[in-house]
């Protein structure tokens, strides 16, 4: 099960950082149409369309890379009380009922959704630019399949945990920057508490 864990995580991490540079692609893209229309007077017919189509890419192929690193929301004021195995518990029974039946009903739908935006090769009906739009329905498949993968490493983590009663340590990763903040924030304060003496009324200072 634990190698299982790591080859899922190393595949959704891999597709998540490499879908992560459609945020660039996104940025230049919404940066040029900014300048050719406020500043030469020439607006593309294309800009709004790349933009929609990288950040639906991005936000999608990244999915199964957050679940991975238990990035996705949670309403965790009464879950972070539980022990782990109460947590582990409670989240084997919800990825069984819903989240795989979910995520099935997206790679089922989105197989119809795209395959008929393919039969026709399908054009953006959002710009003059008549941009096909099909090949990019194809990610739904995608990303419901990676998660899919994922979904069953979770599943793996759930049942070690209850074995053991501990959630088995994640992989490195890169963190935030808020984290890192916090971290050197809390070191700092530790390490400033170390270095100072406290002096009591009345003692002589050592």
């Given at each position: 099960m634990e190698s299982y864990i790591r080859f899922a995580d190393g595949l959704s991490a891999w597709f998540g950082k490499v879908f992560a540079w459609c945020v660039i692609v996104m940025?230049?893209?919404?940066?040029?149409?900014?300048?050719?229309?406020?500043?030469?007077?020439?607006?593309?017919?294309?800009?709004?369309?790349?933009?929609?189509?990288?950040?639906?890419?991005?936000?999608?192929?990244?999915?199964?890379?957050?679940?991975?690193?238990?990035?996705?929301?949670?309403?965790d004021f009464v879950y972070r009380l539980w022990k782990p195995r109460t947590q582990a518990t409670v989240e084997l029974v919800l990825y069984v009922f819903f989240f795989f039946p979910g995520v099935l009903a997206l790679i089922i739908s989105g197989w119809r959704y795209a395959g008929r935006s393919w039969r026709y090769l399908e054009v953006s009906s959002m710009s003059p630019a008549n941009i096909p739009i099909y090949q990019f329905k194809t990610v739904i498949i995608a990303a419901g399949i990676l998660l899919l993968f994922q979904g069953v490493a979770q599943i793996f983590r759930c049942i070690?945990?209850?074995?053991?009663?501990?959630?088995?340590?994640?992989?490195?990763?890169?963190?935030?920057?808020?984290?890192?903040?916090?971290?050197?924030?809390?070191?700092?304060?530790?390490?400033?508490?170390?270095?100072?003496?406290?002096?009591?009324?009345?003692?002589?200072?050592?």
């Open positions: 940025t230049v893209g919404v940066g040029y149409e900014v300048f050719v229309r406020y500043v030469l007077n020439a607006p593309t017919p294309w800009a709004f369309d790349l933009s929609y189509m990288m950040y639906g890419t991005m936000f999608m192929m990244a999915g199964a890379y957050t679940l991975s690193r238990d990035g996705h929301v949670r309403g070690i945990t209850i074995r053991e009663g501990a959630w088995p340590r994640p992989e490195d990763d890169v963190e935030e920057l808020e984290t890192i903040l916090q971290k050197e924030g809390l070191g700092a304060l530790h390490h400033g508490s170390e270095a100072v003496d406290v002096v009591l009324p009345g003692e002589a200072k050592k």
